[in-house]
């Protein structure tokens, strides 16, 4: 029993402390959930007329796409179904040249029809929110990360405080509707937290992966049996050679990306990032999830495929635990699972969202009982010392 108080006096004070963080995080994780389907709806430049002439290559896109941004550095060129526009997107971080645009270009006539700055869009703050309360992210970050893990010790305590007798498990996993205010909401903060204990403890886990890398590393070398993680690096070729082709480079990995993944849902290249570096290429099956990717390196001069270690390779290839960390994002937000797991993952991150309330409440119903006792208790003295 001691220790039972223990845990409830920890979940009491720890809860009240990062019940606002916990708010924000859930709410803004039920907002981005479906921030795919939303966008198809609502923003026009995604979607074009198809064809069925051939569309533009990466180097004409390119060309295409320095002109509509000429200070920008061009990150990648992703192409997505044929109902969809091309996207140039631009990135560079640090050194005083941050920017995140993407160009949205038609790619059977080549027209610009959006150049969007991804930093002002609206799930890119809702999302800024979800992992750095929109403070600078060297702060936010750690930040989000260790009320993460005090989550994580809420959903164990609270379980540990639910757990009841077996005669009343029953009773412990009803609301009882017909009673007071306060006995409903105590009722609703117990069992809805029961009901959502393995999906917010799944929440947590994947969510701690991004939050630290001791918890990522640990993880990797559980999964893997040992081994340690490796981190993502662009390959870099050691050839002399000068690249010969009649095609740009960037245009003859796209073409073979196309010629292998016919049916791929998108194909996307990366232009090399420095003097070196490989021609990265990625080809997706299902556009409404990541893992399943396969992601290739190809020398710039010879256009020789180059092996990597860590687990954003050919999907064939990869181990188990690099499955598994693949996996991490399409688990957090439900795609996984498809629109059914985004559509679990609105209502349980909704359901999250009410748990600090309906805790807060708890607390401070509690604390005005305990209030209004005292002032009972002092009145009483009080007519018998007059009496």
């Given amino acids: 029993m001691d220790i039972k108080k223990t845990i409830h006096k920890l979940h009491l004070w720890v809860g009240l402390s990062s019940g606002l963080v916990v708010f924000v995080v859930a709410v803004t994780g039920c907002i981005y959930a479906f921030q795919a389907e939303i966008k198809d709806l ?87 929110g979800h992992f750095y309360l929109w403070l600078p992210p060297e702060i936010g970050q750690p930040v989000v990360a260790s009320f993460t893990l005090v989550f994580l010790f809420m959903v164990i305590s609270g379980l540990i405080l639910w757990w009841p007798k077996k005669k009343n498990l029953k009773q412990s996993l009803k609301i009882k509707w017909s009673a007071r205010w306060r006995r409903k909401n105590y009722d609703m903060h117990k069992v809805l937290g029961f009901y959502t204990m393995t999906f917010a403890l799944v929440f947590a886990i994947t969510g701690l992966v991004w939050g630290f890398l001791w918890f990522r590393d640990g993880l990797y070398f559980v999964a893997s049996g040992g081994e340690k993680f490796v981190e993502y690096y662009d390959p870099v070729s050691d050839s002399t050679q000068i690249y010969q082709g009649e095609v740009p480079a960037l245009d003859a990995v796209w073409q073979k990306m196309n010629t292998e993944y016919p049916d791929a849902e998108w194909i996307e290249v990366h232009p090399p990032e420095f003097e070196g570096a490989a021609i990265a290429a990625n080809a997706n099956p299902d556009a409404s999830t990541y893992w399943k990717s396969d992601y290739r390196y190809f020398d710039q001069n010879t256009l020789e495929e180059l092996p990597v270690e860590h687990f954003y390779n050919r999907f064939e290839e990869a181990t188990v635990a690099q499955k598994i960390m693949r996996m991490n994002y399409d688990v957090h937000v439900g795609a996984i699972a498809g629109l059914p797991g985004k559509i679990l993952a609105f209502f349980l991150s909704a359901i999250i969202t009410s748990l600090p309330v309906t805790g807060f409440l708890i607390w401070w119903g509690r604390r005005k009982k305990a209030k209004n006792k005292v002032k009972s208790s002092t009145t009483q003295k009080s007519q018998l010392v007059q009496a």
Avoid: M, W
Wanted: glycine residues 4%; hydrophobic residues 35%; negative net charge.
């Fill in 42 to 128: 609502t923003y026009p430049f995604l979607s074009v007329e198809p064809r069925e002439a051939p569309v533009l290559t990466p180097s004409e896109i390119s060309e295409i796409a320095q002109e509509a941004f000429p200070e920008g550095h061009l990150h990648a060129i992703l192409y997505p179904t044929k109902e969809k526009s091309v996207q140039a997107i631009f990135f560079s971080y640090g050194e005083g040249h941050d920017h995140y645009q993407t160009a949205y270009i038609n790619p059977y006539t080549g027209d610009v029809l959006k150049l969007k700055d991804e930093y002002a869009d609206f799930f890119r703050i809702v999302l800024d």
